[in-house]
């Protein structure tokens, strides 16, 4: 069994509905549409995780932009990342000179776009900012925040709306926590 049933066994609870993810996420737009108004902006999907984000973010902003992809891949396992980011599929746009804003599934330990930040901050853009869907600030290991944030959320690990354990679950259109006896069971 794959289907719904499955998806439902292992998701405890809906943590934000898509009700409140559209809510939200149309208030990000618009805030980001005055705050970038006239700005040359090159937006940024870090895949796979922001990929539902980013593309409800992108059509509640009303300004012209540049949509661009990043695929990196952190050292660390599913609920731990290192931090170490490697680049497996860059920009294709130039960013020097131009306004960027990362838009990202989850901040957690902050190591991941504390180092992605780094590595953009090296091609000179002309401000660089990261548009989070949720922040876990209890995990924080990092001096680093979301300049944008849609949701804070407790220490709990969630699924859903782009975000993943083990590749699966992107696809539920709400964010739930997963129960942790299906993380358990899953070797
Ligand atoms: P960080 O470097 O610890 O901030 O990790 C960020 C990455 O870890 C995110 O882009 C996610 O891919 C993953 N991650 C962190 N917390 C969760 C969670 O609760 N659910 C799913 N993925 C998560
Ligand atoms: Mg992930």
């Given amino acids: 069994m794959r289907g719904k049933e499955f998806m439902a066994m292992h998701v405890g609870k809906v943590l934000i509905d898509e009700e409140a993810i559209r809510r939200r996420v149309a208030e990000l737009g618009e805030q980001l549409s005055k705050d970038y108004e006239d700005k040359e902006v090159v937006l940024i999907c870090i895949l796979k995780g922001a990929v539902m984000f980013f593309s409800d ?9 540049k949509m661009d992809f990043m695929g990196i891949s952190s050292y660390g396992d599913a609920e731990k990342t290192s931090g170490i980011v490697k680049i497996a599929k860059d920009i294709d746009t130039s960013i020097t000179g131009k306004h960027v804003i990362i838009a990202e599934d989850i901040m957690d330990s902050g190591l991941t776009l504390l180092h992605l930040k780094r590595i953009l901050m090296e091609r000179k853009p002309a401000s660089l900012r990261i548009c989070c869907l949720l922040d ?7 001096d680093i925040r979301p300049d944008y ?15 993943d354990f083990r590749g699966e679950y992107r696809n539920l259109p709400y964010v739930g926590v997963m129960k942790p006896e299906a993380y358990e069971n899953c070797d």
Avoid at 57 to 65: E, F, P, Y
Avoid at 149 to 163: A, D, K, S
């Fill in 57 to 65: 973010l992108a059509r509640a902003m009303t300004i012209h932009l």
């Fill in 136 to 142: 876990k600030p209890e995990r924080r290991e990092c």
């Fill in 149 to 163: 944030c849609g949701f804070t959320i407790p220490n709990e690990f969630v699924v859903g709306y782009g975000l």
